[in-house]
Every structure is written in structure tokens, then in C-alpha cells.
């Protein structure tokens, strides 16, 4: 399953996320979601098997750039974003 986050990593929509995320899902962070970038420490970087993908578009919006390369943190571009979508039976957004 692809999980699409666009909420801050604090929210109660990434808590319940987190919840539900399965060993074989990959997250992208989109919008206030990319906020993530600015906490390590946030649940989701520590879950094992998950793939965090933060959106470019909202990465720069954000002005996170700087930190999310910093960070070596993986980025997806539009195009790579449709790609996962592709990839994924299932789309879950959480708002």
C-alpha cells in the first residue's frame, strides 16, 4: 500500500498512519507531511521496512531543501510520485 501523508508529523492523521503502515508500504510525504524532514526523531524514520519518499515540489515550498539533502532523506519528483501511485494497488491519504 502507498501511503500519502499531508499532515505535520505531530498531527493525530500521521499517529494513526503509523498505525497502519505494513512491511511491504512506502509513505510519501506531501505538503505540511515533508515537516518531517525537521524531526529525526519522528516514528516514521525509525519504522524498519517502510520507504519515506518527501515530495520535491512541497520540499522546496517548505524551503526544506538544505536540510532534506542534509539529511540524505529521499525525495520524488512528480513524475516519481505518479510512478508510485503505479506501483501500489492501494492509495491511502491521510488528512
Same mark, same amino acid.
Given at each position: 500500500?502507498?501511503?500519502?501523508?499531508?499532515?505535520?508529523?505531530?498531527?493525530d !492523521?500521521?499517529?494513526?498512519?503509523?498505525? %497502519?503502515? #505494513?512491511?511491504?508500504? /512506502?509513505?510519501? @510525504?506531501? +505538503? %505540511? #507531511?515533508?515537516? /518531517? !524532514? @525537521?524531526?529525526? +526523531?519522528? !516514528?516514521g524514520?525509525?519504522?524498519?521496512? !517502510?520507504?519515506?519518499?518527501?515530495? /520535491? +515540489?512541497?520540499?522546496? %515550498?517548505? =524551503? @526544506?531543501? &538544505?536540510?532534506?539533502?542534509?539529511? %540524505?532523506?529521499?525525495?520524488?519528483?512528480?513524475? =516519481?510520485?505518479?510512478?508510485?501511485? &503505479?506501483?501500489?494497488?492501494?492509495?491511502?491519504?491521510?488528512?
Amino acid at each position: 500500500m502507498l501511503h500519502i501523508l499531508t499532515k505535520a508529523p505531530n498531527s493525530d !492523521a500521521a499517529q494513526q498512519m503509523l498505525q %497502519a503502515v #505494513g512491511d511491504d508500504d /512506502a509513505i510519501v @510525504l506531501t +505538503e %505540511a #507531511g515533508v515537516q /518531517a !524532514a @525537521l524531526h529525526r +526523531e519522528w !516514528a516514521g524514520f525509525q519504522l524498519p521496512s !517502510a520507504r519515506i519518499y518527501l515530495l /520535491a +515540489e512541497d520540499v522546496t %515550498a517548505w =524551503g @526544506l531543501d &538544505e536540510i532534506v539533502m542534509d539529511q %540524505a532523506l529521499t525525495i520524488v519528483d512528480m513524475d =516519481g510520485f505518479v510512478a508510485l501511485t &503505479e506501483q501500489h494497488v492501494q492509495t491511502l491519504t491521510w488528512y
